[in-house]
């Protein structure tokens, strides 16, 4: 099969049982190593980039070999595996407190202590054989599967003599009945193993110290077993996320939520039918013996058929049947141990042949990879304090999880906000995206609310859970056993709280009041209060839950207030002076001015005390580099469809639609009319363009065509095609429309921040302004407060 050659070092572990499978340059040290400058496609970067996949993942994949008439080739198909596994979810008690006495430490000492207590987690899981499939802030959930040869031909139906015709990409939901059932023929090993693994945790890594902090990690955790559906969510289109996720669910994903609920910490909590396994395990293994405790806080969950059910009726054979219990001992003498161990060791075998480190990459965020790339580093090292935007999206609908997940994917990519996991358990489909979480974008709140709005836009059936604040960013796990991306902290709490309150109130979106904490003004207006004194856990004290405002239309919510404190009054004097054309001899309808200066200057204070004294309405376009072409005209539209006038409603609404339909120059042409219409309407419009580095060069074209005004862009087209004609000039083309029915105003105030790399104020200006000498733009630098203007704010 053209595997190559498996590790060399398959061999016994030290005393405590179990055989290991590695390489000697990931675990030879047994815990993370330094990772030198690696270039991508060696070796070295192979053994990096493994332990972020997951083994379960590469069995959803099957490969399909054909021949052409000068090679042979192969084509990857992603089917939904189902089979029959151990199912162990291990979660971290005492996270939040030792969080929070870290907190001033930075993120490293959060990060160190959280991943040296994981790495003493997941070596024994390898130990014992486990698959660590999934990471969840502080908890991690392992599976014990495996599925012979002959099962595998038997169910694949595959055919050597495909042709790539016949090749097709299916997205199945899961549990359908094309995908790939394996029987677990080793159930009574997966279990066995499964328990010696959650003793042995509970024994030699149930408590776990943390350097300067008086409280303790420890862990409780949940046992059961049952069916396992696997699949790989392929994103046929991405521009800013990885192409592949894997998404775990079935029964015992739902079922071991609840059981780990249960356990206290220090305890192991196993279903009913779990417990049932390891007794016909005893079949195999005579002298395996497990002793167990009740739970005490164990109430039996009575379905709709059983609610007319009499209080003692509950304690019948079948209630009784499905009762959880405490694992506290598991005594297995040496043959069995020596069974298990070779047992461990093919499985580890098997998983390793079905790897294809070829797409192992692409399951891991672009921006991610970069990190990883740069070297110097151990995976677990790359930890940053982040503030995040968190959204907790659940599905609502009842069509195809995979098809309401390739829209949901769309909208978040649009918006370079990263799909960070997806989730099926007990609680249904949801999936998981954080804004900021791996590249810095402006206006994180304001996009969160945005995404939001699409989201509920497309009606796909959402609800959605939304909170923001620091939460810790990095790789979670260990470097050399398994690993992910993650986010922790209050923020994901919260949302994952907010998300089951919008489902239970059926509302599509719940925030709370951190998202307004620190937020541009505009965002009040976009939420309504849904209800007070809600408790959610991750806050200390009940908050107070917002949605979606009921506003048709966002872009009419987004008006900016002009309240704020006197700042930089003399900078806001010129560009009030220059709208009105107060002193300049000039009679001028169309405006624009480049407002310069660092980050959290007030420049946007600026422009809109300035557009408030000079009687126009200010609304505000964040611009950004993804938004793609016309980004401006989408927003000029949107908020003229709200004009009274007739015809500037029914205008906008077709410049929307040819938006809608990538008809980008007759949309541009659109626009420029429905500016004039609107300006013959008495409309005084000021558009306040923040991040106008980001603009688009043909959203640049239509500032500037908006500028020249209908009169010129009639005289330009009308005029004979001769050459050495001279064309109108500016002051003629204003000098007419001044003296015409027109009496509204439009102006653009540029807010530009200098970055590296991108363009300068005087740039843009030279950018707007090209081609006619005549047209000033003037570049307003606004500085940072002094100590007195601060004071006199105040």
């Known amino acids: 099969k053209n595997l190559g050659p498996l590790p060399k070092n398959i061999g016994r572990l030290p005393s405590g049982g179990g055989r290991q499978v590695s390489t000697d340059s990931v675990f030879s040290t047994g815990t993370n190593f330094a990772v030198r400058s690696i270039r991508r496609g060696t070796q070295e970067w192979q053994d990096l980039v493994k332990?972020?996949?997951?083994?379960?993942?590469?069995?959803?994949?099957?490969?399909?070999?054909?021949?052409?008439?000068?090679?042979?080739?192969?084509?990857?198909n992603f089917r939904p595996f189902t089979t029959q596994a151990a199912v162990m979810f291990v979660d971290i008690s005492g996270y939040s407190k030792i969080a929070s006495a870290l907190a001033d430490r930075g993120a490293h000492a959060l990060s160190t202590a959280v991943n040296s207590y994981l790495s003493r987690i997941l070596r024994i899981v390898r130990h014992h054989g486990g698959d660590v499939v999934k990471f969840a802030g502080d908890a991690v959930l392992c599976l014990w599967h495996?599925?012979?040869?002959?099962?595998?031909?038997?169910?694949?139906?595959?055919?050597?003599?495909?042709?790539?015709?016949?090749?097709?990409?299916?997205?199945?939901?899961?549990g359908t009945s094309s995908s790939s059932s394996h029987i677990n023929t080793h159930m009574k090993e997966n279990v066995v193993a499964a328990a010696l693994c959650a003793v042995q945790l509970q024994t030699e890594a149930g408590v776990h110290d943390v350097e300067g902090v008086e409280s303790k990690f420890r862990i409780h955790i949940g046992l059961c077993e049952g069916t396992v559906e696997s699949e790989i969510f392929s994103c046929p289109?991405?521009?800013?996320?990885?192409?592949?996720?894997?998404?775990?669910?079935?029964?015992?994903?739902?079922?071991?939520?609840?059981?780990?609920d249960l356990a206290k910490a220090t305890q192991t909590c196993v279903s009913a039918g779990f417990v049932r396994k390891l007794e016909e395990a005893k079949s195999s293994f005579p002298n395996l013996e497990a002793t167990y405790d009740s739970v005490p806080d164990w109430v039996p969950d009575i379905s709709d058929e059983d609610s007319n059910l009499e209080e003692e009726d509950l304690e019948d054979e079948d209630c009784v049947s499905r009762e959880p219990k405490l694992l506290t001992h598991l005594k297995i003498d040496d043959d069995t141990k020596e069974r298990i161990e070779i047992f461990?060791?093919?499985?580890?075998?098997?998983?390793?042949?079905?790897?294809?480190?070829?797409?192992?990459?692409?399951?891991?965020?672009?921006?991610?990879?970069?990190?990883?790339?740069?070297?110097?580093?151990?995976?677990?090292?790359?930890?940053?304090?982040?503030?995040?935007v968190v959204l907790f999206i659940a599905q609502t609908s009842h069509g195809s999880p995979a098809n309401w997940l390739l829209e949901v994917q769309a909208v978040l990519d649009r918006n370079q906000c990263p799909l960070l996991q997806i989730v099926a358990d007990d609680k249904g489909v949801h999936a998981i995206a954080a804004v900021n979480a791996v590249t810095s974008v402006p206006e994180s709140r304001w996009l969160g609310l945005e995404i939001c709005r699409q989201l509920v836009e497309q009606k796909i059936g959402v609800s959605i859970g939304m909170a923001a604040g620091s939460t810790f960013c990095g790789v979670t796990g260990s470097s050399s056993v398994a690993c992910r991306w993650d986010i922790t902290g209050a923020p994901p709490v919260r949302a994952a709280r907010l998300m089951q309150y919008a489902m239970k109130k059926n509302v599509p979106m719940a925030i709370d009041e951190s998202l307004l904490?620190?937020?541009?003004?505009?965002?009040?207006?976009?939420?309504?209060?849904?209800?007070?004194?809600?408790?959610?856990?991750?806050?200390?004290?009940?908050?107070?839950v917002f949605t979606l405002s009921q506003a048709s239309e966002f872009a009419a919510m987004n008006l900016l207030e002009t309240k704020h404190g006197e700042m930089h009054n003399d900078q806001v004097d010129f560009?009030?002076?220059?709208?009105?054309?107060?002193?300049?001899?000039?009679?001028s309808r169309r405006l624009a001015v480049v407002i310069t200066g660092p980050t959290l200057a007030g420049k946007k204070i600026v422009a809109q005390r300035a557009a408030g004294y000079a009687d126009m309405t200010p609304f505000l376009h964040v611009s950004d580099s993804s938004y793609g072409l016309l980004q401006i005209v989408r927003t000029v539209a949107r908020w003229f469809k709200y004009v009274e006038n007739e015809r500037v409603h029914d205008?906008?609404?077709?410049?929307?639609?040819?938006?809608?339909?990538?008809?980008?120059?007759?949309?541009?042409?659109?626009?420029?009319?429905?500016?004039?219409?609107?300006?013959?309407?008495?409309?005084?419009?000021?558009?306040?363009?923040?991040?106008?580095?980001?603009?688009?060069?043909?959203?640049?074209?239509?500032?500037?065509?908006?500028?020249?005004?209908?009169?010129?862009?009639?005289e330009v087209a009308s005029r004979p095609p001769k050459l050495g004609l001279a064309r109108p000039s500016l002051e003629d083309s204003v000098s007419s429309l001044s003296f015409s029915s027109s009496s509204g105003r439009i102006a653009f105030l540029c807010v530009h921040v200098p970055l590296y790399n991108t363009p300068t104020a005087r740039a843009v200006a030279d950018d707007i302004t090209r081609s006619h000498r005549r047209l000033k733009v003037p570049i307003i630098e606004v500085g940072e407060a002094t100590v007195e203007q601060m004071r006199e704010m105040i």
């Open 51 to 76: 332990p972020f996949v997951a083994d379960l993942a590469f069995y959803s994949v099957k490969t399909r070999h054909f021949h052409t008439n000068h090679s042979n080739s192969q084509h990857l």
């Open 146 to 174: 495996s599925s012979t040869m002959e099962e595998e031909e038997k169910n694949d139906g595959l055919s050597s003599s495909t042709t790539p015709g016949e090749m097709t990409s299916a997205f199945n939901t899961m």
């Open 237 to 260: 289109t991405t521009k800013h996320m990885q192409r592949l996720y894997h998404l775990v669910g079935g029964e015992a994903i739902e079922e071991i939520g609840d059981l780990v």
């Open 344 to 388: 461990v060791e093919d499985t580890i075998i098997e998983r390793l042949e079905k790897r294809n480190a070829s797409m192992e990459e692409e399951f891991i965020h672009p921006a991610v990879l970069d990190l990883l790339s740069h070297g110097g580093l151990s995976p677990t090292q790359i930890a940053q304090m982040r503030d995040l």
């Open 517 to 544: 904490n620190g937020s541009s003004s505009t965002l009040p207006a976009r939420v309504s209060l849904l209800e007070d004194n809600v408790p959610v856990k991750g806050s200390p004290e009940p908050v107070r």
């Open 575 to 587: 560009i009030r002076k220059h709208l009105t054309n107060e002193g300049n001899g000039r009679h």
């Open 651 to 714: 205008k906008a609404k077709i410049v929307l639609d040819l938006m809608n339909r990538n008809l980008f120059s007759r949309a541009h042409d659109e626009c420029l009319c429905l500016v004039d219409d609107a300006m013959d309407t008495n409309l005084h419009a000021c558009f306040i363009v923040d991040r106008v580095e980001f603009l688009d060069d043909f959203s640049i074209s239509f500032i500037r065509e908006c500028l020249h005004g209908r009169r010129y862009r009639q």
